[in-house]
């Protein structure tokens, strides 16, 4: 089975930061990576699928790269809303796996 | 618009039995893959259970196999997850979650609004 990390576990940063939230699989996966975003007492959101791909209504400031075992979610200027963790999914194959996820917060 | 309406929260003694359900609309339900997926108290997302678009295929995590079935209606549009021999470890918000494909294997673009499941005597 595929393990997903990410590290760290939580950051704090300031309004209109850029943010780079990492995580890595512990086999190649290619581009078969989703990001979803869960405000506090919220369900989670996708953000990101195929690595890069924003999905509609997404604010352009995320953005994810990545291929094989590393992949990074961006959050280009960080606003006050972004407060979330953010977990990453691989799913190159069923059922796929989340990583731990990074909570974000403001500084 | 996509909806995923999940059955309400209850309480259950270690040992018992549950049934969450997950009504769809909005979209053609027997095109997709389902999955449960869990959220501990303060804790992270764990998956828990796929079915497929016709229900012929159906995986679980291990810490459910033996536990847990999972099930669809595709005539009534709902994804059922039977729940037994609860233990208090179980205790979680429990989501369903649309997949993007037939068989499951993709990401999931929607998620039903949680069920909260308490496992305590």
């Known amino acids: 089975d595929i393990q997903m990390t990410q590290s760290p576990s939580s950051l704090s940063a300031s309004v209109g930061d850029r943010v780079t939230i990492p995580c890595r699989a512990s086999q190649d996966i290619s581009h078969f990576v989703a990001w979803y975003q869960q405000k506090p007492g919220k369900i989670p959101q996708l953000l990101i699928y195929a690595a890069s791909t924003l999905e509609s209504g997404v604010p352009s400031r995320f953005s994810g790269s990545g291929s094989g075992t590393d992949f990074t979610l961006t959050i280009s200027s960080l606003q006050p809303e972004d407060v979330a963790t953010y977990y990453c999914q691989s799913y190159n194959s069923a059922p796929g796996s989340f990583g731990p996820g990074t909570k974000v917060d403001i500084k | 618009e996509v909806q995923l309406v999940q059955s309400g929260g209850v309480a259950v003694q270690p040992g018992g039995s549950l049934r969450l359900s997950c009504v769809a609309s909005g979209f053609t339900f027997n095109n997709y893959a389902m999955h449960w997926v869990r959220q501990g108290p303060g804790k992270g997302l764990e998956w828990v259970s796929l079915?497929?678009?016709?229900?012929?295929?159906?995986k679980y995590a291990d810490s459910v196999k033996g536990r847990f079935n999972i099930s669809r209606d595709n005539n009534e549009n709902s994804l059922f997850l039977q729940m037994s021999s609860l233990r208090p470890e179980d205790t979680a918000l429990y989501y369903c979650?649309?997949?993007?494909?037939?068989?499951?294997?993709?990401?999931?673009?929607?998620w039903g609004q949680g069920t909260l499941v308490t496992v305590s005597s």
């Open positions: 079915i497929s678009w016709d229900g012929s295929s159906t």
């Open positions: 979650a649309k997949d993007i494909r037939l068989g499951g294997g993709g990401f999931y673009d929607y």
